[in-house]
């Protein structure tokens, strides 16, 4: 069976279609994880009773158990409890609380980087330890932490795939689809190996750039 390019041309609106319901539930998914891993980060280092310790158990949790089953239960579990989110929604939402904990222990990563005579000087000044964290702290975890913090980004864009498993219709599902349908595997899995590395690459780009700026006071 030879490369059908006819055929890649007539599929290119659907495979739009998923690429941009990927980014969009990709993006959305990043930026929500990204606010866990900030607030979870300054529970944990602040030692907040209780709050602390859901956000240490939550870490636990997502890490040690398989990401399809955290989708599963999103969308299948929780509408059992009255919790019930739209397809869509449901996937950004599980996307989202897997990478969320990477996020936790990405910035947690970021603070334990800083110098210990920062939070001294810092307590000098007056500060107290959410006025640090939110000023000093958390600017200077991200700042250290964004390589881990952009691996974490990376591999939700690439997780984005298991979304298929409950029925999003994202570059995946749409590819998969195609080829239980027309049986040409060939043409839709390179479409997948293209979309997924193409998203990929331009977020990293984007990240070096901003990590190059947020750099650029310091090489002085």
Not at 2 to 30: H, K, M
Not at 38 to 49: E, F, N, T
Not at 103 to 132: C, D, F, H, K, S
Not at 168 to 175: I, N, P, R, W
């Amino acid at each position: 069976m030879e490369f059908d390019l006819e055929y890649l041309q007539r599929q290119l609106p659907a495979l739009r279609a998923g690429l941009a319901l990927t980014v969009q539930a990709s993006g959305l998914a990043i930026l929500i994880s990204i606010a866990i891993g900030l607030v979870g980060a300054s529970w944990r280092a602040l030692r907040i009773p209780v709050l602390g310790w859901l956000a240490a158990a939550y870490v636990e949790l997502i890490r040690n158990t398989p990401l399809l089953v955290q989708i599963f239960f999103v969308f299948f579990g929780l509408p059992t409890i009255g919790l019930k989110l739209s397809l869509f929604w449901s996937g950004v939402a599980a996307l989202a609380l897997w990478a969320g904990a990477f996020q936790i222990e990405n910035v947690r990563g970021g603070l334990a980087a800083i110098a210990p005579g920062l939070p001294e000087a810092a307590r000098a000044l007056g500060l107290t330890r959410g006025q640090y964290l939110r000023k000093v702290g958390l600017p200077l975890a991200v700042r250290t932490g964004l390589p881990a913090m952009l691996n974490t980004c990376v591999s939700l864009i690439k997780n984005s795939a298991y979304l298929s498993a409950i029925g999003m219709q994202e570059l995946t599902g749409v590819a998969f689809d195609r080829i239980a349908s027309d049986f040409r595997a060939f043409e839709m899995l390179a479409v997948l190996l293209v979309g997924y590395l193409s998203v990929v690459l331009s977020l990293s780009f984007s990240v070096r750039l901003l990590e190059h700026r947020l750099q650029a006071p310091f090489r002085r």
